[in-house]
T-cell receptor, first 114, second 114 residues
Framework: DTGVSQDPRHKITKRGQNVTFRCDPI?????LYWYRQTLGQGPEFLTY????????KSRLLSDRFSAERPKGSFSTLEIQRTEQGDSAMYLC????????????FGPGTRLTVT | GQQVMQIPQYQHVQEGEDFTTYCNSS?????IQWYKQRPGGHPVFLIQ?????EVKKQKRLTFQFGEAKKNSSLHITATQTTDVGTYFC??????????????FGQGTILTVHP
């Protein structure tokens, strides 16, 4: 399978704990995006990378959220001191800007904070 | 910031009826993309429109981009049960570091009764 993969698919954590999610984009895609989606809403932009550079971060993203893409391939999204309001589906998408802006989404990581 | 509004939120149709969802942006867009998300799934790209007044068709689906590049619509003719899902529009901005970033609408949930 050459699509976007995310790990884990589900994560249950207690409030206050830190969590980290991983995204592996399609191999030749140089842009990678993180979104958050809650029930009944569209994906909400969090941040994106072109290669290893983080080009934009949503103003809605608190300092508890950090993302990295150290070698321009896979990316990690970390949430520190989780809160119940962080419960959501975290989606990763990638695209090849030289061909089109179609974004290919991964299956997502569903986070539940208890 | 940019906002993308989508109506209706829900649409229930009988199989064979037509369906339309509308998308409006608070700002002029460089492009608009449409995605479909099946229940329990992730968004899947349908199409991208770039030109003012552009109309594209995919079998029973017709997509339009407004002359002012601030609104768009998706029309499905003679719906089938396989059309069930949530349809999202997503507006893109060109230029600078926001190139490729998408702002999603809230989506229209389509249910089709056989």
């Amino acid at each position: 399978d050459t699509g976007v993969s995310q790990d884990p698919r589900h994560k249950i954590t207690k409030r206050g704990q830190n969590v980290t999610f991983r995204c592996d984009p399609i191999s030749e895609h140089n842009r990678l995006y993180w979104y958050r989606q809650t029930l009944g809403q569209g994906p909400e932009f969090l941040t994106y990378f072109q290669n290893e550079a983080q080009l934009e971060k949503s103003r809605l993203l608190s300092d508890r959220f950090s993302a990295e893409r150290p070698k321009g391939s896979f990316s990690t999204l970390e949430i520190q001191r989780t809160e119940q309001g962080d419960s959501a589906m975290y989606l990763c998408a990638s695209t090849d800007r030289d061909r089109s802006y179609e974004q290919y989404f991964g299956p997502g990581t569903r986070l539940t904070v208890t | 910031g940019q906002q993308v509004m989508q109506i209706p939120q829900y649409q229930h149709v009988q199989e064979g009826e037509d369906f339309t969802t509308y998308c409006n942006s608070s700002t002029t867009l460089s492009n608009i993309q449409w995605y479909k998300q099946r229940p329990g799934g992730h968004p899947v790209f349908l199409i991208q429109l770039v030109k003012s007044g552009e109309v594209k068709k995919q079998k029973r689906l017709t997509f339009q981009f407004g002359e002012a590049k601030k609104n768009s619509s998706l029309h499905i003719t003679a719906t089938q049960t396989t059309d069930v899902g949530t349809y999202f529009c997503a507006g893109g901005n060109a230029g600078g570091t926001s190139y490729g970033k998408l702002t999603f609408g809230q989506g229209t949930i389509l249910t089709v009764h056989p």
